[in-house]
Nanobody, 121 residues
Framework: QVQLVESGGGSVQAGGSLRLSCATS????????MGWYRQAPGKERELVAT???????IYADSVKGRFTVSRDNTKNTVYLQMNSLKFEDTAVYYC???????????????WGQGTQVTVSS
């Protein structure tokens, strides 16, 4: 099985910073894109940022210039540095990894358990 373990969520005042981490473990042969999604109460899950194996990045317009996604391929870990946090960033943040468990298997999507980020105004 493949497991994604997130850490780093919490509560912070507006203007503050948090750093999320997501470590991938288990029986995984290849990891492709890694990234973060979030879901606020009453809203659909949305993409926050994604990073390819070649470290190309995509960001939601709402977080550009404030958030930075990065990865450490030696640790199978993806990070999300969040600066200048706003009240509207409050959500449960989910780590997402695309990968394969063997060369013969199809690409699969794996999700973390979610970590709460709460920004107070």
């Amino acid at each position: 099985q493949v497991q994604l373990v997130e850490s780093g969520g919490g509560s912070v005042q507006a203007g503050g910073s948090l750093r999320l981490s997501c470590a991938t473990s288990g029986n995984i042969f290849m990891i492709g894109d890694m990234g973060w999604y979030r879901q606020a109460p009453g809203k659909e899950r949305e993409l926050v940022a994604t990073i390819t194996k070649g470290e190309n990045t995509i960001y939601a317009d709402s977080v550009k210039g404030r958030f930075t996604v990065s990865r450490d391929n030696t640790k199978n870990t993806v990070y999300l540095q969040m600066n200048s946090l706003k009240f509207e960033d409050t959500a449960v943040y989910y780590c997402h990894v695309e990968g394969r468990r063997s060369p013969l298997r199809e690409r699969e999507h794996y999700w973390g358990q979610g970590t709460q980020v709460t920004v107070s105004s």
